[in-house]
């Protein structure tokens, strides 16, 4: 088995069975697997995945719903493939996709993982396809805009690395987390994604893991996919927005807080809550649009 293709489903509507047409469309040449494990969906996506691509699809009920994480970890557990990718179901991927990917990993045996070019639905591009690890300083730079003013700067804008052009293949500290395709022997290696992370920062997460562990992550322009942000859209509600900042607390101590005095780390820590519950009060006031 050459891919495994994990794409994890929670009541995603028609967008898991429009995501598997996109890939079924373009069919691989080389041996694949498509398995979704599903994290206790209460809508009828399964069914209608099912109903249309159930002799191509290995469906996994998980029965509860435990993070991106844990059912993303099912997956993979589950697969046999040489690469696992893990597959966002509100992404389209473009012909000759993962054939890019395969062969870039097949021609780098130090890439532990790949991401490719990410468009979203209007055809712009989405910075998150390549990335720096983010560090606190990063995040200083995007809330003063830093990171915009000044976007050919390697030191502003280093986070999303936009000093660097995008119909290039780099090599990059992260990739995207929409469609990141790991070598099997760099997965035995670093290990599963790290299940304390309900949502969010879980790819970041194993990208840096795999960098101290000598794995290199690249960026592949030559292959695209389109992330329409709809899955996510719709539970952007107050729950999401604390599990993204409690990500970011679990981050920066799991990574970085050891390298930073005690009364630093409050001061972070204290920034990181007074953003988040500033979104939400923003938010309520504009009923979460």
Partial sequence: MKL???????????????????????????????????NASSDDSIALALEKWGDRIVVLHNGDNRGFSWGNNKGIVASRGEYVCLLNPDTVV??????????????????????????????????????????????????????????????????????????????????????????????????????????????????????KAGWEVWYVASATIEHHHAYSKRFRKQKAVKDFHDSMVRFHEKHFAESYPAAVNQLIYAAVRTRMHGIVLVSNLRGWQ
């Fill in 94 to 211: 473009h012909p000759g996709a993962f054939r890019e990917l395969i062969a870039f990993l097949d021609a780098h045996p130090k890439a532990g993982c790949v991401g490719p070019r990410v468009l979203n639905k209007d055809g712009s591009f989405q910075l998150s396809a390549k990335r720096s690890i983010p560090t606190p300083f990063d995040s200083v730079s995007r809330a003063l805009l830093l990171s915009k003013i000044f976007p050919k700067s390697e030191t502003f804008a280093r986070y999303n690395m936009t000093y660097l052009d995008p119909d290039t293949t780099h090599a990059v500290d992260a990739s995207t987390g929409c469609c990141m395709v790991m070598r099997r022997k760099a997965l035995d290696e670093v290990g599963l994604l790290d299940e304390g992370y309900f949502l969010y920062c879980e790819d970041v997460d194993w990208f840096l893991r795999a960098k």
């Fill in 4 to 38: 495994s293709i994990v794409i994890l489903n929670y009541n995603s509507g028609t967008m898991l069975r429009d995501c598997l047409d996109s890939l079924f469309e373009d069919d691989l040449p080389t041996p694949y697997e498509v398995i979704v494990p599903d």
